[in-house]
């Protein structure tokens, strides 16, 4: 076999594995129009190498953004030196359907590409390779993770029955809110609540009915406080709601508020028909309330005193006059 034979073999298995190889290969000259064209890129294009050659990227795949490119591209023939994109930055480069049954989760293919300077025996920059690479597995896995990590972190924030905030987490916040008070002396205001003769609901109609009237109770909470107030749940029927910048007035009125729409509610169990209410205390920061827990003691107290005169009531601390 002569010399000649044998680079023309070699040539010819160089272009067979570039055309074959799971990975997008495409060559732009100076004016960004394909001279090469991979199998990776007609496969997934439906586009054939002849149908592609002298057009112009743009004309082809508007989703590319023609001004982040040219600067990406026009870096590497001036500098002569490779540049790279991932997906966290840019998802992908050509919008190609994701094909693989086990990343169903992504309707398309995510990529890393990279940008290679070719030259030419005189040392210029005259074509720009690109490779694309399908990170769509790696991608999807890292965002499934994430996604995973957050829901874990917001379970172990939340009350599984109530869905609002459980004790661990809403006391952090408390002990938070406390010392930002220490520091800003901004009104905060916290309210206890609980539902009245509880243990008689789930006496009379089980702990099914008991918990629907838990659920309902924090549905209706949700409904009436702000993104930036805290609620969650105390124990058993008992429930906290952390007012920030809220004076006490205020929070008296939005405590009625509550009050009321819980008393003119129904929760509906199969063919039962049941009404409740709640007993509320409130209790604002002050220069006498030493820490968090005491001022949940203050206003555990004013719950307290709403109870023993009677239910469905609203008491402050100090005790009203």
């Known amino acids: 076999m002569s010399q000649e034979t044998e680079q023309m073999n070699e040539l010819h298995w160089l272009m067979e594995m570039l055309h074959t190889i799971d990975v997008g290969l495409v060559v732009l000259d100076r004016q960004y129009k394909i001279q090469i064209w991979n199998g990776f890129m007609e496969n997934h294009s439906g586009l054939l190498p ?3 050659k002298e057009k112009e990227i743009f004309s082809l795949f508007e989703e590319i953004p023609q001004d982040w490119f040219k600067r990406k591209a026009e870096s590497v023939f001036l500098l002569k030196n490779k540049a790279f994109t991932i997906w966290e930055q840019r998802p992908y480069l ?3 359907q994701n094909y693989r049954p086990i990343t169903g989760s992504a309707d398309y293919m995510y990529q890393n590409t990279t940008f290679i300077p070719l030259m030419s025996s005189t040392g210029l920059v005259t074509h720009l390779c690109l490779l694309i690479y399908d990170v769509t597995d790696n991608a999807t896995n890292k965002n499934d993770l994430e ?3 957050t829901e874990l972190a917001v379970l172990s924030q939340t009350d599984g029955l109530t869905k609002l905030f459980n004790r661990a987490h809403w006391e952090n916040c408390l002990n938070t809110e406390f ?3 220490c520091r800003s002396r901004s009104a905060s205001s916290l309210v206890i609540l609980d539902i009245d003769h509880f243990k008689h609901v789930n006496d009379t109609y089980g702990h099914t009915v008991g918990d629907d009237v838990i659920r309902h109770l924090s549905g209706l909470i949700r409904q009436h406080v702000r993104e930036t ?3 969650g749940r105390y124990g058993g029927e008992e429930f906290v709601i952390l007012l920030a910048d809220t004076a006490l007035e205020n929070a008296q009125i939005f405590a009625e508020r509550l009050r009321k729409e819980v008393a003119q509610s129904i929760v509906r169990h199969n063919d039962i028909d049941l009404s409740y209410t709640i007993s509320l ?3 604002e920061v002050d220069s006498s309330i030493k820490t968090y827990e005491a001022w949940i003691e203050h206003a555990d107290a004013a719950l307290y005193r709403s109870k ?3 239910r469905n009531k609203v008491s402050v601390h100090p005790k009203n006059v």
Request: hydrophobic share 40%; net charge positive.
């Open 229 to 231: 107030d805290i609620s």
């Open 94 to 96: 050509f919008k190609f």
């Open 179 to 181: 010392k930002r008070w």
């Open 281 to 283: 205390g409130i209790a």
């Open 308 to 310: 023993e005169s009677g």
């Open 50 to 52: 002849r149908e592609v």
């Open 147 to 149: 996604r995973v990590n």
